[in-house]
């Protein structure tokens, strides 16, 4: 990463801190920042910074630029150690030049591929076509033209580990939902195959076919994410006719993954895919009631009729719960848009909703427009604020979420980073302020996943390309940890607990479910 380029990415933290744009942040602020810069930051260079405050209490941006590009967490060189470790399964200390060129054309060099073979080929400087950890450093000085940068290397590493973690449980199972047709702006969907296989052939040994990631084919769930180049055809639900098939594919993993007794964790391009997971639980187990538990700084609760933007990322919850609130209504939708609507909301449960709006629970939600303040206020809609998480502590927060869904069989959660403070969440399409900070991202996701009613975890929105030194990836990726670690901690090797059976229940016809 050039040194110009690094320091423009600090100067982009330092002006999110620096709330009145002054050019200089203050003590609290200083202290509010290291709170926010997550707990990577070491005790050596927490005292740093608060040094740098003057006589009169401010920082200035310099002074912060500086100590941005000395810390101790932006090593790279520890970056390249821990991944060289985690391609290298069978611990041989050594890669093939073939493995290599792999994994450097996918971190983000602008070299073509046979211009990247050739350095690679002139760094075996043995000549025995093997790469070992000192030639891969050697590739990594400053005069390399193989240098990678700070945010593809993380990346990497935050996918190597993901695998890794999975890997150690066959319950546990990692659905990957790459389609960022449901965003607004491209980036959401990431990671590119070639990384992830090259990850996949090096881990071989740690992964199992039947505890792995979920592939239906080369393309997983067919996110026809060239679609975006397309264009759309429908202005109040843009690329409704890809995403059902997104939607439908996602819905069928997660059913697959549940019938087999296994406990989901679904990695989504962007939380339009919520809709597809929640419809795959309600196939898996039509007969249960279903409760949502939804930490995000957006309800997500438009519909076609109502949405000012057309994006899809703000319809899922509204296709769970089939939800139009044609009260609100401020568009005219075209007839094959509403058809495609329907199917999308049909995709669980052919009738009926796959959650009663009752069931729903919203954490940190606090950007919301006139349509879904309508629904919330309607249909009493707990929403815990970021106010409240401060208040009473994210334990019992989730504590009170649980309580809320009391007469529910299964719980889903879900978990959109921008949820986050917009300071440590900045890969994100929507980053907002004034939300969780990462400690209580992490104890609520961690608390609600204890409960043996919770069959499925989400983690959705993280679009490197948007981020600063890669603070979003680094702080979702705790989350993520922590999570696979208590679900696979409710019973030995991560096998979720038996979900009890459903008391038969009376249809509005008379007949029984």
């Not at 939902?177 to 969907?189: F, K, V, W």
């Not at 990631?213 to 769930?221: G, K, P, T, Y």
């Not at 679904?266 to 939380?271: A, I, K, S, T």
């Not at 703000?314 to 199917?343: C, F, H, K, S, Y």
Request: hydrophobic share 40%.
């Amino acid at each position: 990463m050039s040194a110009a380029a690094e320091h423009r990415d600090f100067n982009r933290v330092f002006r999110l801190l620096d709330a009145n744009g002054d050019g200089v942040i203050t003590r609290p602020e200083v202290e509010a920042a290291l709170e926010v810069l997550g707990r990577a930051i070491s005790t050596r260079d927490r005292a740093g910074l608060l040094e740098l405050v003057d006589g009169h209490g401010r920082l200035t941006r310099d002074a912060f630029v500086g100590w941005m590009a000395q810390r101790q967490d932006i090593d790279v060189m520890a970056d390249l150690r821990e991944v060289f470790q985690l391609i290298d399964a069978d611990g041989s200390g050594k890669l093939s030049v073939d493995e290599f060129t792999q994994i450097i054309s996918c971190l983000d060099t602008p070299l073509g591929a046979d211009a990247v073979a050739a350095l690679i080929r002139s760094a075996d400087q043995n000549g025995d076509g093997e790469i070992d950890f000192d030639e891969f450093i050697r590739t990594q000085v400053s005069t390399s033209a193989l240098r990678v940068s700070v945010v593809a290397l993380r990346t990497l590493k935050k996918t190597l580990l993901q695998y890794r973690q999975v890997a150690e449980s066959s319950s546990v199972v990692l659905v990957e939902i790459d389609s960022e047709l449901g965003a607004g702006r491209r980036g959401q969907a990431g990671g590119p195959a070639a990384l992830r296989d090259a990850a996949l052939q090096k881990q071989s040994a740690l992964m199992r076919a039947d505890n792995g990631v979920l592939s239906r084919d080369s393309l997983r769930v067919q996110t026809a994410n060239w679609a975006q180049g397309a264009g759309y055809r429908h202005r109040h639900a843009k690329y409704i006719d890809k995403l059902h098939r997104v939607l439908g594919d996602t819905r069928d993993l997660v059913a697959d993954a549940l019938r087999a007794g296994q406990f989901p964790i679904v990695l989504g391009g962007d939380h339009s895919t919520a809709a597809g997971t929640i419809a795959g639980i309600k196939t898996a187990f039509p007969h249960r009631r279903l409760g949502v538990v939804w930490i995000d700084a957006h309800a997500d609760i438009h519909s076609p009729h109502t949405t000012p933007s057309g994006n899809m990322h703000g319809m899922p919850v509204a296709i769970a719960t089939a939800t139009d609130n044609l009260a609100e209504r401020i568009n005219d939708v075209d007839a094959d848009a509403l058809d495609l609507w329907a199917r999308c909301k049909a995709l669980g449960l052919a009738h009926g909703a796959n959650v009663s709006l009752d069931d729903l629970v919203y954490v940190a939600v606090r950007d919301t427009e006139k349509a879904e303040d309508h629904l919330i206020e309607t249909h009493t809609i707990m929403n815990l604020t970021t106010d409240t998480v401060r208040a009473l502590g994210a334990e019992a927060v989730a504590r009170r979420c649980l309580d809320r869904l009391e007469g529910v069989d299964l719980i889903y959660v879900t978990f959109d980073v921008d949820s986050m403070d917009a300071t440590i969440c900045m890969g994100t399409g929507t980053p907002s302020p004034h939300g969780i900070f990462l400690e209580e991202a992490r104890l609520l996701n961690e608390t609600l996943v204890r409960d043996p009613r919770v069959c499925c975890w989400e983690i959705c929105e993280i679009n490197p390309l948007l981020d600063v030194v890669n603070t979003t990836v680094e702080n979702s990726l705790a989350v993520y940890q922590a999570v696979v670690d208590t679900v696979m901690r409710r019973k030995p090797n991560g096998r979720p607990p038996e979900i009890r059976k459903q008391p038969t229940r009376n249809n509005a016809d008379g007949t029984t479910a």
